[in-house]
């Protein structure tokens, strides 16, 4: 079945870690996103990119780093500097206006 | 700029009831519009959207949704709440003339349906 994948699921890390997480599409989508979620803010968001080799920052950029090597993968890295990581991260990807989005990848740190 | 507001944090309703979440937003030019619904630990699910022409959109699960251009409002609604409609509920929105800029998600409203 098409879809996106995101993993893990369930993700703990350390203080000073970087973590990686992935996403996946099969759909053929050019535009890939990703979203942080937090209880009461609603969705913002991180890193896009339209097409391949190119990606652009959202409204939270800081802390996190993106790459778009293949059209079908979109990895995000919480790296040390990202202040509060604890959260719920979504992917999504993009045909014509409509987001299709993955299960989520809840990161806690300890 | 696009902005869109969900002023309810929380909306209760009795099962068997009408329900109706609201959503009001702001571009400079024509609005596309969306509702996606997300139950706990999980991904957004596509509702509805609304691009151009009859005001009233029907999407899934029985929910609709009314384009009221003058409001500036797009609120959710269905004639029946379910036990199982409990869940948290987004309202984006994107400016048709922006291009390919990405959605704009409102803070979401939390639904739960009493039996």
């Known amino acids: 079945d098409g879809g996106i994948t995101q993993s893990p699921k369930y993700l703990f890390r350390k203080e000073g870690q970087n973590v990686t997480l992935s996403c996946e599409q099969n759909?053929?989508?050019?535009?890939m996103y990703w979203y942080r979620q937090d209880p009461g803010q609603g969705l913002r968001l991180i890193y896009y990119?339209?097409?391949?080799?190119?990606?652009q920052k959202g409204d939270i950029a800081e802390g996190y780093s993106v790459s778009r090597e293949k059209k079908e993968s979109f990895p995000l890295t919480v790296t040390s500097a990202q202040k509060n990581p604890t959260a719920f991260y979504l992917c999504a990807s993009r045909t014509l206006g409509e987001l299709f989005f993955g299960e989520g990848s809840r990161l806690t740190v300890l | 700029a696009q902005s869109v507001a969900q002023p309810e944090d929380q909306v209760n309703v009795a099962e068997g009831n009408p329900l109706t979440v609201k959503c009001t937003y702001s571009?400079?030019?024509?609005?596309?519009l969306f509702w996606y619904v997300q139950y706990p630990n999980r991904g957004l699910q596509f509702l509805l959207k609304?691009?151009?022409?009859?005001?009233l959109v029907k999407g899934s699960y029985g929910f609709e949704a009314e384009f009221n251009k003058s409001q500036t409002s797009f609120h959710l609604k269905k004639p029946s709440a379910l036990v199982s409609d409990s869940a948290l509920y987004f309202c984006a929105v994107r400016d048709l003339a922006s291009g390919n800029t990405p959605l704009v998600f409102g803070k979401g409203t939390r639904l739960s349906v009493i039996a």
């Open positions: 609304y691009i151009t022409g009859d005001n």
């Open positions: 759909l053929n989508h050019d535009a």
């Open positions: 571009v400079s030019g024509n609005p596309y």
């Open positions: 990119s339209q097409i391949v080799n190119d990606f």
